[in-house]
């Protein structure tokens, strides 16, 4: 049998979604508020192609970026927090336990007193490089770890993988910081990779054979002509100028041209 609703339940029925359209309008106008008092105040830092900044914040610590990088930055009485936005950063942190020292890179929060560190995004992780000091380091839901100076951390949104890092990667990591390039025996396809973090018109690679040569050296980050000098000189490889700056890298087949020259 039909229920047959009376004038009066119509009308307390209408009043009652009224009332809650009303609640969840007015939570949404407060999550709006919460966040504007989150994020106002913050100071944004970026790089262009090329372009390696320092900047020194307001609480003493020193922001580093790397090429075509940018990052977030505020400061409260209770806290500092920095969110690392795209590419690269190195932080050497003023000490001050009052006020704890956090960088969120995508999933993973950072959290430092007083040290020195590195993060880079990568495309499919986060890597953290302690140079000086302790953080400690969380992703996700995740307890936090420590961190100490020498070791490193590959982050992704379900693992946190720690490291103790050899010297010589420590440099090579942070060598951006002196606007170097240092390739410990890389692949072609990772060099050029590199260099490219520096450039506007890309280095290609043409030819397969040419990915998995290797090299080694240390160079400017301006000075990719050094690199591509030493590639002709030492491999296998020519170099081809392309469109726009770009440059394209073939393979050089050796024994072709000394049994043309025989």
Known sequence: MAKIVSEEQQRRLSRNILIAAGVAMLLF???AIVTVLTFNDVDRYET???EIRTIALSDGSRLHLNSDSAAEVRFTDNGRKVRLLKGEAAFDVAHDPERAFEVEARSAVVR???TSFNLRLRPALTELTVTQGAVTVR???RQPQPVAAGDGAVLQPRSLVLTH????VIRQRTAWRQKLVQLE???????????NRYRVAPILIGDTRVSSLRIGGEFHITDSGKFLSALQSHLPIRVVDGEEGSVMLLYRDLSSRADSAN
């Open 29 to 31: 106008i407060l999550a």
């Open 48 to 50: 262009r192609i090329g």
């Open 112 to 114: 430092a007193v007083g």
């Open 139 to 141: 992703c996700g839901n």
């Open 165 to 168: 890092l050899d010297p010589k």
């Open 185 to 195: 025996d890389e692949t072609i396809e990772q060099a050029t990779g590199e260099f």
